[in-house]
């Protein structure tokens, strides 16, 4: 089985750094994304990593350590429109299911 | 090109009454799944299909069935419907199929808001 931990809520400052930490357990990896989502809204495509290291896009970057179970999304120059809900999700390597943390309510104040 | 398309938006039903949530695509994914948002639990896979013919459960299959008869549509019919299904249902589609394609983010629908009284 999987099992997915992020923190439930996060508040930051506009223009600042924050990183949001997800950690996972699963008997078959095969990728972790992150996805952003905006309230009463679908979730959209934020990040993948299925190798270890960091991927960089834009003002977002994410993080993993396969042997640490450990993925995070840091998000830099904050900006207002950022908050907003971000769910990290495993997928399963033999089944190709994705599995969703509970995800992280980002809130960003001026 | 419309993407995931999810009918209705909206839909209110009694307790017992049985409907089907409509899903398509047009992006020629192979994968495609639904999950039940709820406030607090997160997304919840229902069921999920790697392919026309084939479908199979995820974390909270019970009340819900699923079909699989062309690669654009998998819809989801709910067959007597209970208030603990009220919630908002997304659809979601990808290239992944089990071994293949792993930067293959899901692109999900807009979602159905459903109450069940």
């Known amino acids: 089985g999987q099992n997915i931990d992020q923190p439930t809520e996060m508040t930051a400052t506009e223009g600042a750094i924050v990183q949001i930490n997800c950690t996972y357990q699963?008997?078959?990896?095969?990728?972790l994304f992150w996805y952003q989502q905006h309230a009463g809204e679908a979730p959209t495509f934020l990040s993948y990593n299925v190798l270890d290291g960091l991927e960089e896009k834009g003002r977002f970057s994410s993080f993993l350590s396969r042997s640490k179970g450990y993925s995070y999304l840091l998000l830099k120059e904050l900006q207002m429109k950022d908050s907003a809900s971000y769910l990290c999700a495993v997928r399963d390597r033999f089944s190709d299911k994705l599995i969703f943390g509970t995800g992280t309510r980002l809130q960003v104040f001026p | 090109n419309a993407g995931v398309t999810q009918t209705p938006k909206f839909q209110v039903l009694k307790t017992g009454q049985s409907m089907t949530l409509q899903c398509a695509q047009d992006?020629?994914?192979?994968?495609m799944s639904w999950y039940r948002q709820d406030p607090g639990m997160g997304l919840r896979l229902i069921h999920y299909s790697v392919g026309a013919g084939i479908t199979d459960q995820g974390e909270v299959p019970n009340g819900y069935n699923v079909s699989r008869s062309t690669t654009e549509d998998f819809p989801l019919r709910l067959l007597s419907a209970a208030p603990s299904q009220t919630s908002v249902y997304f659809c979601?589609?990808?290239?992944?199929?089990?071994?293949?394609?792993?930067?293959?983010?899901?692109?999900f629908g807009n979602g159905t808001r459903l109450t069940v009284t």
């Open positions: 992006m020629n994914h192979e994968y």
């Open positions: 699963t008997s078959g990896f095969n990728g």
């Open positions: 979601a589609s990808s290239y992944s199929k089990a071994g293949a394609g792993l930067n293959s983010p899901l692109h």
